[in-house]
C-alpha cells in the first residue's frame, strides 16, 4: 500500500504530485474544499502577516542561512508528508525538494520555508530567540493565529482523506 506519511522527502512529492492530477480531474465536483482552501490561505496570509510584523522572517532568514539550517535541518524534513504538500500544491504552490546544504531541510528556499501549509511541528515551533524578543501580546497573536491555520489545515487534511479514500496516519 502507498504510504503518504513515510518515505524519502522526494518520494512525498512525487505523491502528491499524483494525488494532485488526480484533483485536476476531479475538481469540479470538490466546490466545499475550495472553500476550506480559500478559508486555510486566508487565515496563512494572516499567520504570516503577523509573524513579518514580528521581525520573524529576518530573524528566521538570517539563521536559517547558517551552517544546519536554524531549526531548519535535514531531520526536520521528515516531519512533512504527502497530503500536507498536497494542500500546498492546491493553493498553488510549485513544490519540488530544492538544492540544499546535507545537514538542511530541503524546502527551505532563499526566502524561507517554501510552504504555505507547513508540517504540524514547524507551525506550532517557537524557538528561545522568537519568544525571548517578542511582547506577551505579540505571543498570545501568535499562538490565536497558529491555532486558526492548525485548525483549518487539520479540516483540510482531513477532508482529502475522505475525498481521496487515503488511509489516515
Ligand atoms: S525558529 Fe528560531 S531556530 Fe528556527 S530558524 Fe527561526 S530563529 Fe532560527
Ligand atoms: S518544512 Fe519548512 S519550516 Fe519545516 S523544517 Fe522545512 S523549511 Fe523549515
Known amino acids: ?27 469540479n465536483i470538490h466546490g466545499t474544499v475550495r472553500d476550506a482552501l480559500q478559508e486555510l490561505r486566508l487565515s496563512v496570509e494572516a499567520l504570516t502577516l503577523h509573524m513579518r510584523s514580528m521581525g520573524m522572517n529576518q530573524l528566521c532568514c538570517h539563521c536559517a542561512s547558517r551552517p544546519g539550517g536554524g531549526c531548519c535541518s535535514a531531520l526536520m524534513a521528515d516531519n512533512t508528508d504527502a497530503i500536507q504538500i498536497l494542500i500546498n500544491l492546491l493553493l498553488g504552490i510549485v513544490v519540488e525538494p530544492l538544492p540544499h546544504k546535507e545537514d538542511a531541510c530541503c524546502f527551505l528556499g532563499e526566502q524561507g520555508c517554501l510552504f504555505l501549509a507547513k508540517p504540524h511541528f514547524c507551525l506550532n515551533y517557537n524557538c528561545s530567540h522568537i519568544r525571548n524578543r517578542a511582547t ?23 477532508q482529502l482523506i475522505e475525498i481521496f479514500h487515503l488511509p489516515s496516519e
Open 1 to 27: 500500500m502507498l504510504n503518504f506519511y513515510s518515505g524519502t522527502a522526494t518520494e512525498k512529492v512525487a505523491l502528491a504530485h499524483s494525488l494532485h492530477r488526480t484533483w485536476e480531474r476531479q475538481h
Open 136 to 158: 506577551d501580546q505579540e505571543m498570545k497573536t501568535l499562538y490565536r493565529h497558529t491555532s486558526t491555520v492548525l485548525g483549518r489545515q487539520t479540516r483540510m487534511e482531513t
